[in-house]
T-cell receptor
């Protein structure tokens, strides 16, 4: 079945550190992949999305590249700031006609100033 | 102005009671959803509606009943409340067709005593 796996449950970094959050997916065909960010007390909000193999999504210094070969969509940022502290969710829509999204378990990022 | 309104923001209920969570979206979307977020399951899909019709139900219990009185409304009725129902409930919406981005409301935090 369709699913998303995020390896890291919690990540703690210092400001200006490099961030990688791993996301691997399982789906047939060409799913659309998303990264969402959730700040405390708020709903998840879209960071960016990608729909095709090798497509790069990016926003606010975050980026991820759709890789169908390795079924991955890893989130990266070169230099994190304290304001990036939040929970990050990788998600997919399998593009099978239904609008169901499959979310990973989320990665809680804490950036220490 | 908020585009997705959820009411109330906080809700305390006693075991066995019934509550209705309200969701209205002003994005002109045709699909709406409910998700639940708790410590046990970070972001769990519950229902999807398209043009006011139920498309998918991933909730095992019939105690959870979505109600769509208008195209931009999708309320969630919960009966015979249990402490395990304590969670934050998020409403989301999207256009219909393809892997459209889902936009989330701010959530209703429910505590069942």
């Amino acid at each position: 079945g369709d699913s998303v796996t995020q390896t890291e449950g919690q990540v703690a970094l210092s400001e200006e550190d490099f961030l990688t959050i791993h996301c691997n997916y399982s789906a047939s065909g060409y799913p659309t992949l998303f990264w969402y960010v959730q700040y405390p007390g708020e709903g998840p909000q879209l960071l960016f999305r990608a729909s095709r193999d090798k497509e790069k999504g990016s926003s606010r210094g975050f980026e991820a590249t759709y890789d169908k070969g390795t079924t991955s969509f890893h989130l990266r940022k070169a230099s994190v700031q304290e304001s990036d502290s939040a929970v990050y969710y990788c998600a997919l829509n399998p593009n099978t006609g239904y609008q169901n999204f499959y979310f990973g378990k989320g990665t809680s990022l804490t950036v220490i100033p | 102005d908020p585009k997705i309104i959820q009411k109330p923001k906080y809700l305390v209920a006693v075991t066995g009671s019934e509550k209705i969570l309200i969701c209205e979206q002003y994005l002109g979307h045709n699909a709406m959803y409910w998700y639940r977020q708790s410590a046990k399951k970070p972001l769990e899909f519950m229902f999807s509606y398209s043009y006011q019709k139920l498309m998918d139900n991933q909730t095992a219990s019939s105690r959870f009943q979505p109600q769509s009185s208008k195209k931009n409304h999708l309320d969630l009725q919960i009966t015979a409340l249990k402490p395990d129902d304590s969670a934050t409930y998020f409403c989301a919406s999207s256009q219909v067709g393809g892997a459209d981005t889902q936009y989330f409301g701010p959530g209703t935090r429910l505590l069942v005593l």
